[in-house]
């Protein structure tokens, strides 16, 4: 079984953002569209997403000094879901597991749930994203498309959180607010971004 090396994390969300580099100097790893439903809970602030027909929930561990946040995945578990799995999930949503009728419940009913409950919000994401290595470091520039508006945001993550921070001061971004994924769509959601 492959060890989980809970990374260092630091992005930001705007309508557009100026780098003060160009990343296309750097080595381009990947780059992946993808259509992905947030389920968020106004109890915790986890982050649990549905990509590809799979759960896949990080679980925020600690925030250092220069507000640096440390992300564990905890979950990933493909549809349908197992009365087990789907217990898990809501341990995260630190929620009461509701009546079940059967045995699975598939992406559909889950996201009935979820409607069903108003402690959470399902959001939809459309993600362009371009991953890159600066400096050892993987860089994320992304475009996003929220409720109908387009965002930007620019993520730096790595195990060290040193070199996270190195990495968000070269791309000139570390007088910007540190903003994760729960906070920015639950912003966007409630117009605050």
């Known amino acids: 079984m492959e060890k989980i090396i809970p990374r260092w994390e630091w992005r930001?969300?705007?309508d557009s953002i100026d780098l003060a580099v160009d990343l296309n100097q750097y080595n381009q790893d990947r780059e992946v569209e993808s259509a992905e439903v947030y389920v968020?809970?106004?109890?915790?602030?986890?982050?649990p997403k549905v990509r590809e027909g799979k759960m896949d929930v990080k679980s925020l561990q600690q925030v250092n000094d220069d507000g640096l946040e440390q992300w564990k995945p905890i979950l990933k578990v493909s549809f349908p879901l197992n009365q087990e799995q789907?217990?898990?999930?809501?341990?995260?949503?630190?929620?009461?597991?509701?009546e079940l009728s059967g045995d699975s419940v598939s992406f559909e009913d889950f996201l009935k749930l979820t409607e069903a409950n108003p402690r959470l919000m399902a959001i939809d994401v459309v993600k362009s994203r371009k991953l890159y290595t600066v400096d050892g470091c993987i860089v994320e520039n992304a475009m996003l498309t929220v409720d109908g508006r387009k965002f930007q945001t620019v993520a730096a993550e790595d195990p060290d959180p040193d070199l996270v921070k190195a990495v968000v001061k070269k791309l000139g971004l570390w007088d910007r607010e540190n903003i994760n994924y729960v906070q920015g769509l639950k912003r966007i959601r409630n117009k605050e971004l």
């Open 12 to 14: 930001t969300f705007a």
């Open 40 to 47: 968020l809970s106004t109890v915790v602030n986890e982050n």
């Open 86 to 98: 789907l217990a898990e999930v809501y341990r995260v949503f630190r929620l009461s597991l509701p």
